[in-house]
């Protein structure tokens, strides 16, 4: 009886949520689909390149980089997934931009990238002469071959990512930002360009390059699927645990953020000039820790890059076999693939594609996700979602295009306020509100 008892314990909070441990595990599966090669990279260069007014620069980071990602795990999880959101502006809509979103965040640009900046980091390591080439395809061809195989059950993830590898992360990571901590290497100076000018406003968009705001509106299937295997069934239930879930994400990601940003702040008066974060973080390991310092952070790109890469074969792969109504090993197995082939053109040309996308892409998505927590003052007033998402669309694509074909090309959105600081979709989008709210009072009025 005892051990009835016990058992009936142990599987009580199942009834109105995850005991501490599971959502502990939830959480840490979450952080490891999120960290990945651009939340490594971009901390460390902010902190660097804004020297004394880090802070600030920070602040706009964290807003966009967290903050906002977070606020996307919630609103999906009141909407139930990506598709329902996005069907409030029109059907059409939904089915063009969800796809889009799961392509940017999966083939055609973040999947690839977690190879290359793997490889990238590797390279400092292989000897003297080597083919790097030839190394690099093979390399590309076992890493993805690695990220199938562990993708190929997305609702067991908590059991790899949680309890392994993204605790191996963690331990990885702390090692190296305390280290900086304890002896920094140097210290902070006068802030660079793009931050000697607007840190806040800079950090925030520097926070797109993330790509977590489209992540967090993907994420909720898989992470939803392992919470129901774990027990808990109800909507609200699911809501709540997808929200304690990105609230420790939040935390977690949120200090380490500030760390590596702390570690490009101590490497300032040591290598001003530097272009990238990964050569910071290299840089602080090796100087306290020697050739040992190189091939920690190599450990730390290769597990955050092949844990994100697993849950984001994992995400794409079970959408995709939901829409197209195909077995999810074939569609998994084809993201691979593919992924494996544009991993080849390099980091660079992966780069250069992704400004463009996510700068059509991320302030769509923003003013979803503020709609999406605001569904219940918006009911009734249907007409605000397409006015917005509209009016914003429109500015966001326009910018993307010049950024693609001619950068220096002048567009009458230039005129905006906040066009400066890349903002200019802010002032069409609260037009697009007041106007949503106007047509959806003449609407009613009528009925």
Sequence with gaps: MAQGAAARR????????????????VGVTLFSMFFGAGNLILPPLLGLQAGVDAVPAMVGFLVAGI??????????ALSGTIRQLADRVHPLFSTIFVAAVYLAIGPCLAIPRTSSTSFEMLAPLLPQGADVATIQVAFSVVFFVVAYLLALHPGQLTRLLGKLTGSALVVLIVVVTVSSIVAPTGGATAAQAPYNDVPL????LTGYQTMDLLASLTFGIVIAQNIRGLGVTDDAGLTR???KAGVFMAVLMGLIYCGFAYVGVTMGSIMPGATNGAEILTASATVHFGLAGTV????????ACLN??????SCCGTYFAEQLHAPYRWVALAFAAFSGVVSNFGLDAIL????????????????LVAMGLAHRALEGRGAVWPCVVALT?????????????????????DVLPLAGFGLAWVIPAVVGLVLGLVVSRVRAGRE
């Design 10 to 25: 142990a599987a009580a909070p199942l009834a109105g949520g995850l005991g501490p441990r599971q959502s502990l595990l």
């Design 67 to 76: 903050g906002l990602p977070v606020l996307g795990i919630i609103a999906v």
């Design 201 to 204: 406003a800079e950090g925030f």
């Design 241 to 243: 645990e997808i929200s």
């Design 296 to 303: 920690v952070v190599a450990l730390i790109f290769l597990l």
């Design 308 to 313: 994100v890469c697993i849950g984001l074969i």
């Design 352 to 367: 250069a594609f992704s400004v463009p996308l996510l700068s059509a892409l991320y302030p769509m998505a923003i003013v």
């Design 393 to 413: 669309g429109i500015v966001s694509v326009c910018e993307a295009v010049r950024s693609a074909v001619a950068p220096d090309a002048w567009l009458p959105t």
